[in-house]
């Protein structure tokens, strides 16, 4: 994946700062908590500095005396033992006694808490083993919740847009929108699930328009090839008739003959400009970086000798102030000489050609001073390309060709009339 834009997280970044977080919350808490225990401890048990010293002292007669006595450790009294608390005769007696005639054993006050009682044995005890098991526990309970907020903060709303999207998707249903406030990996990732939508969208749209184009061009062909069928159908029928009786001119004959083969030949017209409306689908489109002026002056001297060819004038009324333009010369060739030739076909004395750039478009219109389209034509929206039943309509092929090409090219192609007379044609490209 591509490096985020500037000012975009990281996921990665984001989850070391969630577990980053969640350590030091935890590493408080039980600092907290350890602390506190200990203070609960001190306060059950306060004599912190008091131990235990258990004496035995050997009597003369063999008897052992036992006694213990709590001994402050920093009280400053460290020259002997002040009292030793024994039993005789079950009398209690307390005699001093020097350090070098008894044995004895020190044990710290905190381990023996036999001073307390129960409640207050249990409460000690518990807290140190919460010293121990709060802080593990807080450590699971941590990264879990880490876990829970971080999969439904950062992962969550990524993963529930994608799988409504490639649902969307499955059903064929491309009305939707790719929609997530992530900044990091993800959310970019929808974003760009978004864009692949638009453009699914938009070739979506083509495609049914250039679908319902076809459908469009068909009907039109079928339309139109009823009425050479019809003639020969008619002329058919007349000869079988006539032949019978005996009653046709041989220059009769000719001049139905003549007319058959002008029928067939309409016919085959048609089935050659399907065919070769069929193979524009094949045509790929290569864009180059050239000079415009260059691209110009080509075709300009080009169309001018097409129209001269003809008898017509080609005139310039406008040329591009650009340089450089992004565009397949061929193709724009191509869609200039089938415009021309349209024109030439029905243009009195002469045509006007311009070129100009409005909005990263090349616009280029070529004008006659014939009689124009028919309202038929402008008013179906530049739908009706093919041509009429009548032979004198101002549609060609031509155009129908030229339009595919425009679209192929990300254009388009629009037909228009101007005052007083004439027609005008005006190619848009992208460049």
């Given at each position: ?227 050479p069928i019809a003639i020969i159908e008619g002329y058919t029928e007349y000869l079988q008739i006539h032949l019978q009786t005996n009653d ?108 100009a750039l409005q909005n990263k478009k090349l616009v280029i219109s070529v004008a006659d001073d014939g009689d124009g389209f028919s309202e ?56």
């Amino acid at each position: 994946m591509e490096r985020l834009r500037a000012g975009k997280k990281s996921l990665k970044m984001e989850f070391f700062v969630a577990v980053a977080v969640t350590l030091l919350s935890v590493a408080a808490v039980s600092a907290g908590t350890i602390y506190g225990c200990r203070l609960f401890q001190k306060w059950l048990v306060p004599g912190t500095n008091h131990v235990m010293i258990h004496i035995g002292y050997q009597r003369q007669d063999g008897v052992e005396d036992l006694a213990a006595t709590r001994f402050e450790v920093d009280s400053g009294e460290r020259q002997g033992i002040p009292f030793i608390n024994s039993i005789e005769n079950g009398v209690p007696v307390t005699e001093k006694y020097e350090l070098d005639k008894f044995r004895l054993s020190v044990e710290s006050v905190n381990y023996g808490i036999g001073w307390n009682g129960p409640r207050r044995k249990l409460a000690y005890i518990g807290a140190g083993i919460a010293m121990g098991a709060l802080p593990a526990a807080y450590s699971i309970a941590g990264f879990l919740l880490c876990a829970m907020w971080f999969y439904r903060k950062k992962l969550a709303p990524a993963i529930k847009a994608l799988d409504d999207a490639a649902q969307h998707i499955s059903r064929q249903d491309l009305d939707f929108t790719v929609t997530c406030g992530l900044g990091n990996e993800l959310g970019e990732l929808c974003r760009s699930f978004e864009k692949m939508r638009q453009a699914l969208s938009e070739n979506n749209r083509r495609l049914w328009k250039m679908i319902e184009e076809r459908k469009m061009i068909q009907a039109s062909i079928a339309h139109d090839l009823r009425n050479p069928i019809a003639i020969i159908e008619g002329y058919t029928e007349y000869l079988q008739i006539h032949l019978q009786t005996n009653d046709l001119t041989p220059r009769r004959i000719g001049e139905i003959t003549c007319n058959i083969e002008k029928a067939a030949k309409r016919m085959e017209q048609y089935t050659e400009s399907v065919r070769a409306i069929n193979q524009l689908d094949d045509i790929e489109i290569h864009r180059e970086q050239v000079s415009a002026d260059e691209l110009i002056s080509d075709i300009t001297a080009d169309l001018t000798l097409m129209a001269s060819e003809a008898g017509k004038t080609l005139m310039m009324a406008g040329a591009a102030p650009f340089d450089m333009i992004s565009i397949d010369a061929a193709i724009l060739c191509r869609i200039l000489e089938n415009v021309l030739n349209n024109a030439i076909r029905f243009a009195r004395e002469k045509m006007e050609l311009s070129f100009a750039l409005q909005n990263k478009k090349l616009v280029i219109s070529v004008a006659d001073d014939g009689d124009g389209f028919s309202e038929e034509i402008l008013k179906s929206g530049n739908r009706l390309l093919m041509p009429a039943a009548d032979e004198n309509g101002h549609c060609g092929m031509g155009l129908t060709i030229s339009r595919v090409l425009c679209q192929k090219h990300g254009g388009r192609l629009e037909l228009g009339n101007r005052q007083p007379h004439g027609a005008i044609v005006k190619i848009i490209l992208e460049v």
